[in-house]
Structure formats: structure tokens, C-alpha cells
């Protein structure tokens, strides 16, 4: 499944955010998001729309990368060029 994703005309990134115990899942989860906005702006796209696609038929993608990405480099390589970027963040 990595390697289809690996040819794919996409660019993806992945975000992440360290947790201590003085942070909720809540807290994380915001700060992720806040990240994937920022990012989303920074590179200048000025819309996402669900309508591109089916509902639903393009989240595996997403799920593969965080996958491979929570699995190690072993796994997250095997993205090539199409994961453009990993960030990790702190809520």
C-alpha cells in the first residue's frame, strides 16, 4: 500500500505533537490541527474541498501515512518524495 502511495501524484505532510502528562489528548489534538492549518496556509492553498473527491474515498491515504510514520523509518521511507515533511509540535 505505501509503495501505490509512493506513486501517486500527492504531496503529503504529517503532524504530530509530544504529550507529557501535563497535556490531554484534547490538548494535542488542538495543536495538531492548529499546525495542519498553518501549514495548509503557508503553502498557499486557499481551499480544501471535500467535494474534489468522494467522501471518504481518498482517508486511507491519510491513515497509510500516519501509519508509517508512527511505525518508523523502516516504514515511512517507503513514501519516497511524497511525504514532504514530518512536524512535530508541542501543545
Do not use: Y
Not at 26 to 37: D, G, H, L, M, S
Request: negative net charge; hydrophobic residues 45%.
Amino acid at each position: 500500500m505505501l509503495d501505490a502511495i509512493a506513486e501517486m501524484p500527492i504531496q503529503v505532510f504529517a503532524t504530530g505533537c509530544t504529550k507529557d502528562h501535563s497535556t490531554n489528548e484534547f490538548q494535542a489534538r488542538a495543536a495538531c490541527v492548529t499546525e495542519i492549518v498553518r501549514e495548509v496556509q503557508g503553502r498557499g492553498v486557499a481551499r480544501v474541498r471535500a467535494s474534489d473527491r468522494p467522501a471518504g474515498r481518498m482517508l486511507w491515504i491519510a491513515d497509510a501515512v500516519s501509519w508509517a510514520v508512527g511505525s518508523g523509518p523502516r516504514w515511512s521511507e517507503r513514501l519516497g518524495d511524497v511525504l514532504i515533511d514530518v512536524i512535530e509540535t508541542q501543545p
